[in-house]
């Protein structure tokens, strides 16, 4: 079973979290509406960009380390 640290810093429950606050940001400060929508479409559009060059990031040292393995003689 996963920690509750672990569930809680998903990027699947962050997405969640940001969308509710955001829908009550508008409920409450509706004059404030189309700035509000401006700025998530911007913050959703860097997050892409980062977790993209993160994840291929993540996946060229999964297979360099794979790759070492095989090259280190160990057959």
Known sequence: MRSFLQRI????????VAVQ???????FWPQYESAMTAAAV??????????????????????????TSDTDGSN
Do not use: H, N
Not at 9 to 16: D, G, H, P, V
Not at 21 to 27: F, P
């Open 9 to 16: 810093s998903s990027r699947k429950f962050l997405t969640a």
């Open 21 to 27: 606050a955001a829908s009550v940001a508008v409920i």
């Open 42 to 67: 911007r913050i959703a559009a860097l997050l892409t960009l980062l977790l993209a060059a993160l994840g291929y990031g993540k996946i060229e040292a999964g297979v360099d380390v794979e790759r």
